[in-house]
């Protein structure tokens, strides 16, 4: 769980918020209200923004590295921070700095990671002492990936992304991801999936088998993602960058939620430190990772 790495000290609580990857993403159907089922299962990865949250005065305060994200309400760290008050019915005054490393709108749960943190680091700070099931409820209010972001490791998410069954955990893997400089919009690509019908669906039971048994080559080859297809042909540098990575000896590569992130698992970290720096010639967003 993500509150368990945090750091408090007197007023101040120190914590990382990682990225998520997806193994697989299927999209089961659309709801009356919008919203689709989904089944997917997601991992951790050790990359991770720096979030520094004290006590204060003056209400909810936020800071970035990146100038042109909001530090306002409509920060999903602010929104955290409100939610968390209010649940708990505390009166209380945060300053939340946000060191941003994972790519903005990538589709590794940069944003949802934040919320998480800023949820586990003032129950912390505040002695509040919530539930992992409590922490979660708040965290479903925020966003879908949210409650995962909490719980961490690897994990089944149903229904629309919330319901979350713990799987084994995965085995160490050296990732490298790669996000072109190009943004999606993830509501276009749910409009395309309900207009056209899925060729191929993943095969979950597969992967969670593989998972099981910790065999790298069998979770590379059932990597699978249905918004791929439909990303690839809005912004094709998403299978371009795929295609590369295979070439440069990844055992399986996918795109990570929405897009447009592209990861791939590597036998080792010298041949993934080489597509590393392949790849770092054309894009800046380019990091090399673990899973956790």
């Given amino acids: 769980m993500l509150s368990d790495e945090i750091i408090v000290t007197g007023s101040r609580a120190i914590a990382r918020s990682y990225a998520k990857i997806n193994l697989t993403l299927d999209v089961l159907g659309r709801r009356n209200n919008g919203y689709h ?3 997917m299962i997601m ?3 050790s990359l991770f923004d720096l979030l520094i949250i004290d006590k204060s005065n003056g209400g909810i305060k936020i800071s970035t ?6 530090s306002n309400e409509k920060n999903i ?3 955290a ?3 968390f008050f209010d649940y708990t019915n505390i009166k209380g005054s945060v300053r939340i700095i946000i060191h941003k490393n994972i790519p903005v709108a990538a589709g590794l749960a940069g944003g949802s990671g934040n919320a998480a943190a800023v949820l586990c680091a003032l129950d912390k700070l505040y002695g509040t002492g919530l539930s992992e099931k409590q922490l979660c409820e708040i965290g479903l209010t925020l966003g879908a990936d949210v409650p995962f972001c909490i719980m961490g490791n690897t994990a089944l998410a ?3 992304g919330e319901i979350l069954t713990p799987l084994p955990e995965a085995p160490k893997m050296t990732i490298l991801l790669v996000k072109p400089p190009v943004n999606i919009s993830t509501a276009s690509i749910y409009e395309l999936i309900d207009n056209e019908p899925l060729k191929k669906r993943p095969d979950t039971a597969a992967m969670i088998s593989a998972l099981e048994n910790k065999n790298i080559s069998e979770i590379a080859s059932n990597l699978y ?5 439909v990303t690839g042909k809005l912004c094709p540098v998403v299978g371009g960058i795929k295609k590369k ?3 440069n000896g990844a055992q399986g590569a996918v795109m990570s939620g929405s897009g447009p992130t592209v990861f791939g698992i590597f036998n080792d970290y010298q041949t993934a430190k080489k597509s590393h720096d392949s790849f770092a010639y054309q894009y800046r967003d380019v990091f090399l990772a673990n899973t956790i």
């Fill in 225 to 229: 993602n249905v918004m791929e297809d």
């Fill in 37 to 39: 089922d989904v089944e």
């Fill in 158 to 160: 149903q229904g629309i």
């Fill in 43 to 45: 991992q951790t990865v």
């Fill in 245 to 247: 990575m295979l070439m």
């Fill in 77 to 79: 760290a602010y929104k």
């Fill in 81 to 83: 921070a409100l939610a």
């Fill in 65 to 70: 590295n990146l100038g042109y994200l909001p």
